[in-house]
């Protein structure tokens, strides 16, 4: 007898019928002898249809307000969940962020949790019931709504499953787990059956969009094993767990690609030493993060610097920018957002060498200039042409042999 | 300078565009310097839509669940008109029925309140904020989310005056205020200025519908000034207050219809005195309230009885009624829903004789034949058949004088 965990995002409860699934399949758990906690996420569509209605109001909504809003989507899965599993003969009841408590910071759209008073799910388990909890929402020390951000219906499963010692956090969701890379634009692509907290929050952080970050991080810090699994079927999916001797024998566990990025090219600056500060200063002091940076080295007393930002924040960014290029004495800024990030990530690169020089090479043979390069202890990354996007993919995920069973050496 | 509880049904905020006037509503009263708490009624349509939601998961949904859904339509209403007031430049913040604290009972879909902490509302106005409160629920003991049944927004609204001793608790309708009878079938009907508690909460009763009669109840233990008016227009409504002198001279104030009763007609049971009460203890213990009765005189050995119960309890009354009226020995029972109860109401009647023979006269000048009756200090109620219903409500509105501007005398 175990304590589980599940997960189900917007789609595994987009309709009445398919809420009837999870509650037969949280109900096959508990015939098994299981304690069952549920997390649920808006039905599909609900949330955007909320945050309309907000848009509808303002072109700026305050947050406070929003967050109010958009916790009722989770607020009415949960209660049609538990409702599916009464219907279906078992025992359930809902609870909310506020009631659960799970206790977040007053970053109202964005909040990170702080502390979760489990007492509450147990109390309704001991009952014999099936605790159905809304996904994506807390409140905060005022007792406000707060809610996680998108995909935050996956940090409240781990946070929870951390919270009451759960022996698993399965995570449903219409793939089967996590791959090598993109199946849909890489057919060799396999499921991988165990990957590590570090690879997996690599991979998240460099686009696969299968679990959400802070969710791994989470569950790295507490421990909390987690199976990424499909809820239309019952075959194994992947299970994301702490480093093991056997993970290190991978040199790349998996290819990710990210198109959200944008590329500055900062032109003509004279080569002082404040220049670089003054620039990204100015660009940190607006809350807009800068990825991938690279200083060329130039003969003459000029220097070209080349960063990423992300698409979404150009628009905002190009005025200020331009502003600190002129005042820094840059000759021209020029913007790219025709730019994609290739990644390869893996444990196994800490000790093997050559891996980066491998990937270059690999990239050079399908003729694809490299505009940049970043690196950590177990990932490198590319920014190269959009339009190589697939073919930069397919020679990565091949080249390391990771479309054979056996993994990539 | 004085403390303005404001609240809006379900048509009042049915659009963004009419949660704009609400907003705009609430920031003339606070320009001339008043405090506000606006309470409000999910969107028109939205509490439906919910519970249809509910009733496709399960034929019998459970209450407690129920209420966590339909809690949801006032959530987003609440943050909603908080973002509208927002937009017209005023400062606001939605507070839900478990923040506000407003304590209930435990009985799920129709709980009553128990106290208000008023706390939360106060610091909001200490604030310089209006406050925007999530009308028809709250919370129980345990931290359930309960809802206080339909129309409960006006309950909320008076409850919350009551608790923070506002001076006056404006419930704004989609009709400019209380009439001496039904407007759509009475062309004379005439707006009532002042109505005190009592009779408001008999027409409430008898079938008017503009307020709750919980919300009366309320307003009349606590003495809050009630005053409802239209949310389309700036004309005074209906005030409905403590009794006073001058309308102890209104002999009658109002009439009322309702249409949702069924009679029954139980005959040829033995003239003994268990009879009666063994009929009606049944009844009573299957929680079915039974309204006008009469025990016919006969001269035989035998006796009649008539009651009405609620048209939507017959269903489910019918079989024990006929069990129970095989058991006392009665040869027959009839039913009928062609009926209509049609009442008379005033402060004036306990001292002015001879207003029901009145009544009975004026229903006679129509041909109109009377079923049964029941009167109590400040009503009398006649049963007719229900194709007689403008008729006699017309000849009881003008025979009565409400038609006139001095009203019924």
Redesign the interface.
């Known amino acids: 007898m175990a304590l589980v965990v599940q997960k189900f995002g917007g789609t595994s409860v987009g309709s ?1 019928d398919r ?2 699934n999870v509650a037969r399949r949280a109900l096959r758990a508990r015939a098994q002898g299981h304690d069952v906690v549920l997390i649920v996420s808006a039905m599909s569509g609900e949330t955007n249809r ?1 945050l309309g ?2 848009h ?3 072109g700026v ?2 947050a ?3 967050d ?2 958009a ?2 989507g989770e ?2 899965s ?3 969940v ?3 599993v ?2 279906e003969g078992g025992q359930a ?2 609870l ?1 962020g ?2 659960v408590k799970i206790l977040t910071d007053d970053a109202f759209t964005k909040a990170r949790i702080r502390a979760i008073d489990g007492s ?1 799910i147990r109390e309704t388990l001991a009952e014999g019931k099936i605790a159905v909890v809304a996904g994506f929402q807390g409140v905060d020390a005022g ?3 707060t809610t996680l951000g998108r995909g935050g219906s996956d940090t409240s499963a781990v946070a929870v499953a951390a919270a009451i010692n759960a022996d698993v956090c399965e995570i449903y969701t219409d793939v089967d787990g996590v791959y090598t890379t993109d199946p849909n634009i890489c057919s060799s692509a396999r499921k991988i059956s165990r990957i590590s907290y570090e690879e997996m929050l690599e991979l998240a952080s460099l686009g696969a969009k299968v679990l959400q970050i802070r969710s791994v991080e989470l569950a790295m810090k507490y421990g909390v094993a987690v199976h990424v699994r499909s809820s239309f079927s019952d075959v194994e999916g992947t299970w994301v767990v702490a480093e093991e001797k056997s993970l290190e024998d991978v040199v790349v566990a998996g290819v990710a690609y990210d198109k959200n990025d944008a590329r500055v090219h900062v032109m003509g600056a004279p080569d002082q030493a404040n220049v670089v500060a003054d620039l990204f200063g100015a660009i940190a002091d607006r809350n807009i993060s800068v990825d991938m940076i690279i200083q060329s080295a130039t003969t003459g007393p000029e220097r070209a610097v080349t960063f990423t930002v992300p698409k979404s924040d150009l628009t905002r960014a190009r005025p200020f920018i331009e502003e600190v290029a002129k005042r820094i004495g840059a000759t021209e800024v020029r913007y790219d957002e025709d730019v994609v990030k290739v990644s390869i990530v893996g444990l196994g690169m800490r000790s093997h060498a050559g891996v980066a020089a491998k990937m270059f090479r690999l990239l050079a043979n399908e003729g694809i200039n490299i505009q940049a390069i970043s690196t950590s202890e177990i990932k490198v990354s590319c920014l190269i042409h959009a339009k190589y996007t697939e073919l930069a993919v397919r020679a990565l995920h091949d080249g390391f042999g990771l479309a054979n069973e056996a993994g990539g050496k």
């Open positions: 009445i809420m009837r909320l209605l907000a509808e109001v303002t909504p305050d406070r307000e929003m109010v809003i916790a009722t607020q009415v949960a209660a049609l538990a409702m599916a009464q219907a009841r809902s909310l506020h009631q509450m007792g406000n709504i």
